[in-house]
Nanobody
């Protein structure tokens, strides 16, 4: 069956970096866009970044553009989210999911087959 599994979260100090991984199975990875989302305590889940099926197109929410980089390795069926210059506001559970297309507006309703999430905590 379709599975997406997030990993790589943890506790990091402000200004630090993390790399999240979304490892997938059960579908033809190269045919789908993948998106990263996050949900902070008491807040709605929001789209953070997405990458097209080929990897040529990427989009980011304004708050992370220039600090986060999404990439994919179609040989490993894996998508990465490199997060630099982390801020306390980046705290939350990070999820990946798949979609037909990566669009400039990263809408939850376009995505399915959510992973279980990985916790990112930014604190000194």
């Amino acid at each position: 069956q379709v599975q997406l599994v997030e990993s790589g979260g943890g506790l990091v100090q402000p200004g630090g970096s993390l790399r999240l991984s979304c490892t997938t199975s059960g579908f033809t990875f190269s045919q789908y866009a993948i998106g990263w989302f996050r949900q902070a305590p008491g807040k709605e889940r929001e789209g953070v970044a997405c990458v097209s099926n080929s990897g040529r197109a990427t989009y980011y929410v304004d708050s992370v553009r220039g600090r986060f980089t999404i990439s994919r390795d179609n040989a490993k069926n894996t998508v990465y989210l490199r997060m630099n210059s982390l801020e306390p506001e980046d705290l939350g559970v990070y999820y990946c999911a798949r979609a037909a297309f990566c669009l400039p507006i990263i809408k939850i309703s376009d995505y399915s087959n959510w992973g279980q999430g990985t916790q990112v905590t930014v604190s000194s």
